[in-house]
């Protein structure tokens, strides 16, 4: 496993659960996956020496985080199967190929401008604005995004990015936001899990409605439009797509060669998860079944709760309020110190009356202290 976040900690569990041992490759001696896993190389992604025990102990490789460098995977590729492909993630870590192959493949997406020089903010359509501008490498949560009125206001934040390349995106009306995660196996065969609807705080995923207040019709486009772009990246293992409903319109956002956060629900709501999905992916073993036996509401615990008495001083949340709540699951990830905005845990209420499950799971996102 290339990164060791919270995801790959799930996919640890997921592999465990089967039988498996895994190597986790993470720079961070604190790793979530790293402490659990049967071995973790505190390395960097493209260190020699780490890659080659992972090329001779290893039957097969994947990532739980895009940034892991495309070489990396290609390298490993010369030796076992690495799932996905460096292909795929290359395009999904990079916003700029992403939205060329988005582009390319007639699939839908937002009016945007690829950002190389100052020169293509003083050019591009005044009619992107109000817009994001968003560094083409590296971001995630909200991070490398700047919101701009004109090209005055994107010109500074293109300095404020050191000129690194972006792409420059119209700031579009948003109905809701939905994503499906779905599985593909080598053969091509795909499983889609419920698609879900997120809602986000201050650019960060804080709930996700399973299943998604959207029409069926929606949700099957969704679906539809999902399998083209795994398929299109000749894609093995989970991968998340996220949409916008825009205008009545769907739009895919971002592409994520991964597990996802809004994925998290179906440790606790599907017959299969979305971990184990891409661990059967990776094993070449059936995909398992991805339906939901009950509604789900996901909450994001990010660090800030940490700070709600003091702002100097990190003090635990009272997990027995969450604890106390009948049919929630909450699960933290072990992170060693909690920041504003960094993902700490998350938790799931399921149950069969979906109103139901979100008021519950709404009321105890306040009782916890999560504020909009
Ligand atoms: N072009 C856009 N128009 C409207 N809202 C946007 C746009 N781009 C991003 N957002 C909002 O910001 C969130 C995070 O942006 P995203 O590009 O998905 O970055 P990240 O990699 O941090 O998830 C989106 O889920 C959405 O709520
Ligand atoms: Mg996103």
Redesign the pocket.
């Known amino acids: 496993m290339l990164g060791g976040g919270q995801l790959g900690r799930f996919f640890v569990m997921a592999a465990h659960e089967m039988g498996y041992q895994v190597v986790v490759l993470d720079p961070d001696t604190n790793s979530p996956a790293g402490k659990i896993a049967d071995r973790h190389l505190c390395a960097a992604y493209d260190d020699q020496d780490a890659l080659n025990v992972l090329a001779e102990t290893c039957a097969a490789v994947t990532t739980e985080f895009e940034n892991v460098p495309a070489d990396t995977l290609a390298y490993l590729a010369k030796f076992v199967p690495v799932r996905p492909g460096a292909e795929a993630v290359a395009i999904c870590q990079n916003r700029m190929k992403e939205k060329g192959f988005l582009k390319a493949n007639g699939l839908p997406h ?1 009016p945007y401008a690829e950002i190389h020089k100052e020169d293509d903010l003083k050019t591009c359509d005044v009619s992107l604005f109000p ?2 501008l ?1 560094v083409a490498r590296f ?5 490398g ?1 700047a919101r701009v009125a004109n090209r005055e206001e994107a010109i500074a934040a293109f300095q404020g990015f050191k000129h690194e390349a972006c792409v420059l ?4 009306p ?1 109905d809701y ?1 939905v994503s499906v995660v779905l599985a593909r196996s080598a053969s091509g065969e795909i499983k889609y899990f419920p698609v879900a609807e ?1 809602q ?1 705080t201050r ?3 804080d709930v996700s409605i399973v299943p998604a207040r959207a029409s069926g019709c929606m949700m099957g486009d969704a679906q539809e439009v999902a399998a083209t772009v795994a398929a299109k990246m000749n894609y093995i293992g989970t991968l998340g797509v ?1 949409f ?1 409903v825009t205008r009545g319109q769907l739009v895919v ?2 592409m994520a060669p991964r597990p996802h956060n809004s994925g998290h629900y179906t440790i606790d709501a599907c017959v299969t998860d979305q971990y184990e999905q891409q661990v059967r992916a990776l094993c070449d073993l059936p995909l398992g079944d991805a339906s939901a036996h009950s509604a789900a509401v996901m909450v994001n615990i990010l660090g800030d709760i940490w700070y709600l008495d003091d702002p100097h001083h990190a003090k635990e949340p009272d997990w027995a309020k969450l604890y106390a709540v009948p049919n929630l699951k909450l699960h933290l990830y072990g992170k060693h110190h909690a920041r504003p905005g960094r993902k700490m845990g998350h938790f799931t209420v399921i149950g069969n009356d979906a109103a139901e499950v979100q008021s519950a799971a709404l009321a105890a996102r306040s009782a916890i202290g999560i504020r909009d």
Request: proline residues 0%.
């Open positions: 937002g817009a994001i968003k971001g995630y949560d909200g991070k995004q995106e119209a700031m579009l948003l936001e997120n986000h650019g960060i995923l996220e916008f956002n971002e």
